[in-house]
């Protein structure tokens, strides 16, 4: 207390030997890059990846399919829900990953990112997240057996009838909405 501690890492920093995740190089080592979806919702009508696979560099095309052949396409969420890794039929968000490309080096993967050609038929969106469960809305995860609007997830925690009776009780409450402009 009352005085500087000096920093130990600093010294390595400013002279240019700081060690960062980038330096890291192994035998055998590889790169990934990933090919995104350009459409919030789209089927997925064909994913060609020979143009890729044949580029200098490039080991492999990991696709949705790919995984499926190992039965690792789907994966748990945080909340015990599954989502698949890599889609199959169709995408549900823009920039959802519909590719994995591997490499020898991190430009040959980005180039094999280019060379993979996805096929997508645009599909109706939702934007509103107010309008999502209206009963018109198109159902964005109908993977989901029994999925009859786009409420995916349920969670309560807590006392409600407690909170409910504090907001009622308070002096003063703000509702806000707040929405945030793709940037």
């Not at 009508?45 to 696979?53: D, V």
């Not at 939702?126 to 209206?134: F, G, I, L, M, Y």
Request: proline fraction near 7%.
């Amino acid at each position: 207390m009352g005085h500087s501690v000096k920093r130990k890492e600093d010294p390595r920093f400013i002279r240019g030997q700081g060690n960062y995740v980038d330096d890291v190089v192994r035998p055998g080592m590889v790169f990934m890059d990933i090919v995104r979806s350009p459409y919030a919702h789209a089927k997925i009508k064909s994913i060609n990846t020979e143009k890729a696979l044949a580029h200098p560099g490039v080991a492999a095309v990991i696709t949705g399919e790919t995984l499926k052949e190992y039965n690792l396409h789907m994966m748990p969420t945080l909340m015990s829900d599954t989502q698949m890794v890599l889609p199959i039929e169709k995408v549900c968000y823009q920039a959802q990953e519909v590719a994995a490309v591997v490499a020898t080096d991190r430009y040959s993967a980005a180039d094999g990112v280019e060379l993979v050609e996805v096929e997508y038929e645009p599909l109706p969106v939702v934007v509103d997240p107010h309008k999502a469960t209206d009963p018109d809305a198109p159902i964005i995860r109908d993977d989901k057996e029994g999925q009859e609007n786009n409420h995916i997830f349920h969670w309560e925690a807590g006392d409600k009838s407690g909170t409910d009776e504090i907001f009622q009780n308070a002096d003063v409450t703000v509702n806000k909405d707040i929405y945030l402009p793709r940037i």
